[in-house]
């Protein structure tokens, strides 16, 4: 029988190194001044040494996004998730390897025969309600998201047992070691809040939109849908010492240039989330801080399952592939900021084949491809995209259409394009974009045998890659490291496939004043710990 036991002890050194958030009195001691003797009768504090965090403050943030959902996680998009974490923690999240490290649970336990995890909670944590953090309120958190089918891996959960006060056992009906991560990365609210809101269910789902109940650092002060939401600081947080700031207020400023006007002005502390790369370069040049997230994988994904379609054909996805001078791409649109891609994985991934490159540039070769394809008297093919897209899909028609392949752009409004990409499907191409793990889960997340994202069935996935892909999550691995030479044959696989086509890997960036001390989004842009942010005096 295997067990393995996460130990938190062994990770708190991670955690203070990059404020990580998985908390403790290591990260949390507080500035403190000392006085020094001038006169016999006079003394002056010094001041702290440069690094050491101080308390106090309003973070100004701005966003393109804030959230529209609060605390109601069936219904949570991915920007009302990490937006709330002030407010809403998670059982478990990355560290910066993408190791799984505890938050609200101490540690767990993995019984890959018994098919079990066993989580072993944080003692002493409440609710800001005043309610206790404890196995009933996680077990409730699951069981909401398994009933409205937003837990991720929730149809392998048998049953939730609680165990102890503080520990809960989740018997499974299969095992992989991904599934600690999709279980652990779960935002939980108070039970009792939610159920004492209304009388009827409508009800209570309705306050809870408006409403977030958490064990955060902070609370909801102010939220005004579309315009603002204001954090402000939970005195009673169990991290004790933290958090450093007194209050965070987010913005919704959409437009990219008023944003980066606002940042210029000094009227914004912190802009989250910026992808226009004129406006990152331009605030670096102007000695503004910046933080350097993972970025987002880039693709071309075709209705390549659909029998009827052009793109069932392999030469013709390969065409496509060889028909495209992705770096020329990558730095006209980057500026030398974006990596092209030749094969599902960036360099920066940890499932990166080091000289995998199936399909460099050349035409030739793709008119030849299209003439073995029987389409060498031209094709044509819709692109799905959105108005975020058109410089792209414009240089992607340009370079197709040397190699015989017309590109009919569709740009698409916001709500018509996800209810395609995630819901109804598409037809031909569909130019998009998903998130970087470091953790390397987002290859099943996005491309897996049941993705949570791309699941709509238009994209062919061969029985050899599925197989990879399954042997990959083999219970007999314990982690990622240990699967990560299946997961390469997977990545190569899909190369071998033609399975997709990516482009390349765009900038993210945190663009900070240089008072401001903040990781995000240096882990992933699903990860913040805003107990650890601070600001110097300014």
């Keep these: 029988?295997?067990?393995?036991l996460v130990i938190p002890a062994a990770l708190i050194l991670v955690c203070i190194l990059v404020f990580s958030g998985c908390g403790g009195d290591e990260t949390s001691t507080p500035a403190t001044t000392t006085p020094t003797q001038t006169t016999p009768t006079t003394t002056?504090?010094?001041?702290?040494?440069?690094?050491?965090?101080?308390?106090?403050?309003?973070?100004?943030?701005?966003?393109?996004?804030?959230?529209?959902n609060l605390g109601y996680p069936p219904e949570k998009a991915p920007s009302d998730n990490y937006l709330m974490l002030p407010v809403l923690e998670r059982v478990a999240e990355w560290d910066e390897d993408g190791n799984m490290i505890p938050v609200l649970a101490e540690s767990w336990e993995t019984d890959a025969d018994a098919l079990t995890i066993t989580w072993h909670l944080i003692q002493g944590v409440k609710f800001t309600d005043g309610t206790d953090w404890n196995a009933e309120a996680l077990r409730w958190n699951f069981q909401l998201g398994i009933d409205h089918n937003t837990l991720t891996d929730g149809q392998y959960v048998e049953s939730l047992e609680v165990v102890g006060e503080y520990a809960l056992t989740m018997h499974l009906n299969s095992f992989s070691w991904m599934m600690v991560e999709n279980y652990g990365l779960i935002q939980v609210i108070s039970p009792t809040a939610f159920e004492s809101s209304g009388t009827t269910d409508e009800a209570r789902t309705e306050w809870?939109?408006?409403?977030?109940?958490?064990?955060?650092?902070?609370?909801?002060?102010?939220?005004?849908?579309d315009d603002h939401i204001k954090f402000e600081k939970n005195p009673d947080y169990w991290q004790e010492g933290l958090p450093y700031l007194d209050a965070i207020e987010i913005r919704y400023i959409p437009d990219a240039m008023v944003a980066a006007a606002t940042m210029e002005a000094g009227d914004a502390d912190l802009w989250m989330a910026v992808s226009t790369v004129q406006n990152i370069i331009d605030l670096q040049d102007q000695g503004l801080k910046i933080n350097w997230g993972p970025g987002m994988f880039v693709t071309l994904l075709p209705d390549s399952s659909n029998p009827d379609s052009p793109l069932a054909i392999k030469e013709v996805?390969?065409?496509?592939?060889?028909?495209?001078?992705?770096?020329?791409?990558a730095e006209m649109l980057g500026q030398g900021l974006y990596e092209p891609l030749h094969q599902m994985a960036s360099s920066t991934w940890p499932g990166y084949v080091?000289?995998?490159?199936?399909?460099?540039?050349?035409?030739?070769i793709a008119i030849g491809l299209l003439d073995q394809a029987g389409k060498s008297a031209g094709l044509t093919l819709k692109v799905m995209a959105t108005s975020a897209g058109t410089d792209a899909v414009a240089a992607i028609q340009s370079y197709l259409g040397e190699v015989g392949i017309t590109i009919e752009p569709d740009i698409a409004d916001l709500g018509r394009y996800f209810g395609a990409v995630f819901g109804t499907g598409w037809t031909d191409l569909v130019f998009t974009a998903s998130g970087i793990n470091p953790s390397t889960t987002d290859l099943f997340i996005h491309y897996g045998p049941s993705p949570m994202t791309f699941r709509t069935g238009n994209i062919?996935?061969?029985?050899?890659?599925?197989?990879?892909?399954a042997e990959a999550l083999d219970p007999m691995y314990t982690n990622v490291l240990e699967a990560l030479p299946k997961i390469k044959e997977a990545i190569r696989q899909a190369g071998e496939d033609a399975m997709i086509v990516p482009l390349w890997r765009t900038a993210e960036a945190c663009i900070m004043q240089t008072y401001v001390?903040?990781?995000?989004?240096?882990?992933?842009?699903?990860?913040?710990?805003?107990?650890?942010?601070?600001?110097?005096?300014?």
């Design 460 to 469: 062919y996935k061969s029985p050899e890659y599925l197989a990879l892909c």
């Design 317 to 329: 996805r390969e065409a496509i592939e060889y028909g495209l001078n992705r770096p020329a791409i």
């Design 354 to 364: 080091e000289g995998y490159d199936p399909r460099p540039y050349n035409p030739e």
């Design 517 to 538: 001390h903040s990781e995000y989004p240096k882990i992933h842009g699903i990860m913040w710990s805003p107990e650890d942010d601070w600001m110097e005096a300014h």
């Design 44 to 68: 002056e504090p010094t001041t702290p040494p440069a690094g050491t965090p101080v308390y106090g403050g309003t973070l100004r943030c701005v966003s393109g996004a804030i959230p529209n």
């Design 1 to 4: 029988m295997k067990k393995f």
């Design 208 to 225: 809870a939109r408006a409403n977030a109940v958490g064990t955060g650092p902070f609370t909801v002060a102010e939220w005004m849908r």
